[in-house]
């Protein structure tokens, strides 16, 4: 298996997507939106289709879509007088809708589309991996950096905001960060279920851990785990990488879930 | 920034305040807190004063009138610290946050969000854990912990920010006699060594009336303002001011 090329460089995008997915999905999650994730993926599905118009790299113009889909859910939380399921219900059906309309436009609702949408490690390329790579650490520099921030804002965001933290700027970071993640990861998970793999290993180790950054470790290595083990398993069986990752990473929220539980049997 | 001795802790001057499309909350309210104040604010559910909290903090802009913390605009930059501890129902978490990761998030107004903490961070939280007792308990999630505990340890966050002014809204809710006992001794505690000012809102006030400075009833506006012992005997029933 590793002597393919193509192999290789899924399982090394991989890894990165597997740390950076759940370490962006703990804040979403811990601020109850952990669908954030799904309606920015269907604004970066807009994206791609943008890109196929355009003749643009759809990697790039995904990234650039989900990024100000991320701005426009936080402006309409926070600003728009919009709750935050009407926020992302705006930006989801508006993406969606863009999407197909575009797509259609672009005459390619084909094979390489699904690609985007369900994930595939045969797509991964050289410069996917650079991209990925550079993306990812910077995201990952800027959790560690702003981590107190981050925590501090998503526990209690009145109360930072009295302490005269900043947390707009935080959020935002938060929903930029986001939509870089599900832009680097639609080649090896998928639009569709990108946002699985944010949720997933957080509500799996929340069952377990006994801390905050216990929490936050445990979820990045059930991501790690996940998307390695999903694709050794969609490349001996054949299988469709993003929904194997999930499938992964939802036993892992089960087996969590056994064991949190198993105390209370005896 | 140092603290001006004559400057009051908080001035509501004229401060009315709608919620969008609703009706009035509050209209007109005049109030003077000065610095070291223990006030409680106490009233009926829907009368407005975690309201008037909110706009002391700086979380609500009144629709008219002027609100001063330390003689500045709530928020404004290089102000005295204002610390807040909102109803313990809207502080629950669904991760096992422990009691020094909750304290620890309270030094953000000292140190601001950016870097790891440093060894007088570190001291300060430390500090904050023993002063509300809780330093057997400092490595143990909050979900793990009683009602009363849980309220400690966001009191702690709060001391960990070193206020001036400490702002509570319905701390006691959902947490027994005892603790509410235990609390109010605490806050007493507080304004006494540290001289820090206190906002108490309550809609039953039985358990700090004997150590607040200063109560005011709130209902839309307020009805009553002074020494909780001068207070209608009537009046200690709170579903009076319905």
């Known amino acids: 298996m590793l002597e393919l090329e193509f192999m290789r460089l899924a399982l090394a995008v991989g890894v990165v997507v597997g740390i950076l997915a759940p370490a962006v999905g703990f804040f979403l999650v811990e601020r109850r939106q952990a669908l954030v994730g799904d309606g920015l993926g269907h604004v970066a599905f807009a994206g791609v289709a943008a890109g196929y118009l355009l003749g643009i790299e759809p990697v790039l113009t995904a990234l650039a879509f989900a990024v100000v889909g991320g701005l426009a859910i936080e402006w309409l939380r926070t600003r728009g007088g919009a709750a935050g399921d009407q926020a992302l219900a705006l930006v989801f059906y508006t993406g969606i809708a863009l999407g197909v309309v575009l797509v259609s436009s672009a005459g ?24 990925v790579l550079a993306l990812g650490l910077g995201s990952l520099a800027a959790i560690g950096v702003l981590y107190r921030g981050l925590v501090g804002a998503v526990l209690d965001e009145e109360g930072s905001r009295v ?41 799996a180790a929340q069952r377990v851990a006994w801390s905050l950054r216990s929490t936050l470790c445990l979820a990045m290595g059930i991501g790690i785990v996940s998307v390695v083990t999903g694709l050794v398993l969609s490349y001996y069986g054949d299988l469709a990488p993003g929904g194997t990752i999930v499938l992964v990473a939802a036993g892992a929220f089960v087996v969590a879930a056994l064991v949190e539980a198993r105390p209370r049997l005896r | ?12 001057d004229g401060v009315s305040f709608a919620y969008r499309g609703g009706p009035p909350a509050l209209e007109d309210v005049t109030l003077t807190v000065e610095q070291g104040a223990f006030l409680g604010i106490a009233g009926p559910n829907g009368g407005g004063k975690t309201t008037l909290l909110r706009l002391a903090l700086g979380l609500e802009r009144p629709v008219s009138g002027t609100v001063r913390v330390f003689g500045l605009a709530p928020g404004a930059r290089g102000a005295p610290r204002v610390a807040y501890v909102a109803q313990r129902a809207q502080l629950a978490s669904g991760t096992p946050v422990t009691v020094r990761e909750t304290v620890e998030t309270g030094r953000l107004a000292v140190r601001g969000v950016v870097g790891p903490l440093r060894a007088a961070d570190r001291r300060a939280v430390g500090q904050a854990i023993d002063r509300v007792g809780l330093q057997d308990r400092a490595g143990a999630p909050l979900r793990t912990l009683s ?51 206190i906002l108490y809102v309550s809609h039953e006030f039985g358990a700090v009336e004997h150590v607040v400075s200063r109560l005011v009833l709130v209902r839309g506006r307020i009805v009553f303002d002074g020494d909780p012992a001068t207070l209608p005997a009537m009046w200690h029933d709170p579903s009076h001011a319905h």
Do not use: H
């Open chain 2, 147 to 197: 009602g009363g505990m849980q309220q400690r340890a966001f009191i702690a966050r709060a001391l960990a920010a070193e206020p001036a002014l400490l702002a509570l809204d319905e701390p006691t809710t959902g947490v027994d006699a005892t603790a509410q006992e235990s609390l109010a001794e605490l806050l007493a505690e507080l304004r006494e060594e540290l001289g820090v000012t």
């Open chain 1, 108 to 131: 390619r609702l084909d094979v390489n589309l699904f690609q985007f949408l369900f994930g595939s490690i045969l797509t991964v390329t050289w410069g996917d991996f650079w991209l």
């Open chain 1, 163 to 203: 302490a005269g933290v900043r947390v707009g700027l935080l959020n935002t970071t938060v929903a930029v960060l986001a939509a870089l993640t599900i832009g680097i990861s639609m080649r090896v998970v998928g639009i569709l279920l990108i946002a699985a793999l944010m949720a997933l290993p957080v509500l």
């Open chain 2, 1 to 12: 920034m140092p603290l001006t001795p004559s400057v009051p802790a908080l001035e509501l």
